[in-house]
């Protein structure tokens, strides 16, 4: 694996190199697809994106934790979280069973 992170930077130039809009037209549309999403999510709303997966947002109830240093028992406060499920087209390029 090569660990490799990639970027707002890297999206803008791989849409730069393929449509063949601007760079700063890229660097745009990236933007705003992000900030759409963004959006949605913070909304609540679930965002699919076929071929690649599903972002979704998920309610977890209040519930006692422990700290696992001390033993002590402590209220975790009811909260949103963020779950990505990826698609079986995703899960089988990553896994190399498909080209596509």
Known sequence: ?????????????????EV???????????????DQIS??????????ISSFGSFIVRSKDSRIG???????EVPIEPRKVLVFRPSQVLKSRVSGLSDR
């Open 1 to 17: 694996m090569s660990g490799k992170t990639v970027t707002r930077a890297d999206l803008s130039e791989a849409v730069y190199q």
């Open 20 to 34: 063949g809009l601007s760079r700063n037209e890229s660097a745009e549309l990236v933007e705003a697809v992000l």
């Open 39 to 48: 959006q949605n999510l913070v909304e609540g709303d679930n965002v699919k």
């Open 66 to 72: 422990r700290n696992p240093k001390t033993g002590e």
